[in-house]
């Protein structure tokens, strides 16, 4: 794997990261929203789902 592609691995998992409790903060925040926010964390896990192979690659 070269450094490149690891560099943007890291990032991207900084970021799921960061967008995962930021999610959690609302939610627990605003517990009425809780059910939408959980689509929109299907949503990004979905495409993490696809992005990470094509990076690991």
């Given at each position: 794997?070269?450094?490149?592609?690891?560099?943007?691995?890291?990032?991207?998992?900084?970021?799921?990261?960061?967008?995962?409790?930021?999610?959690?903060?609302?939610?627990?925040?605003?517990?009425?929203?809780?059910?939408?926010?959980?689509v929109?964390l299907?949503?990004?896990?979905?495409?993490?789902?696809?992005?990470?192979?094509?990076?690991?690659?």
């Amino acid at each position: 794997m070269s450094s490149l592609a690891l560099l943007v691995a890291v990032l991207l998992v900084l970021v799921v990261v960061l967008v995962v409790a930021l999610l959690m903060d609302l939610a627990h925040r605003y517990p009425k929203a809780a059910t939408p926010m959980f689509v929109g964390l299907g949503g990004v896990t979905a495409l993490g789902m696809v992005v990470v192979p094509i990076v690991v690659r």
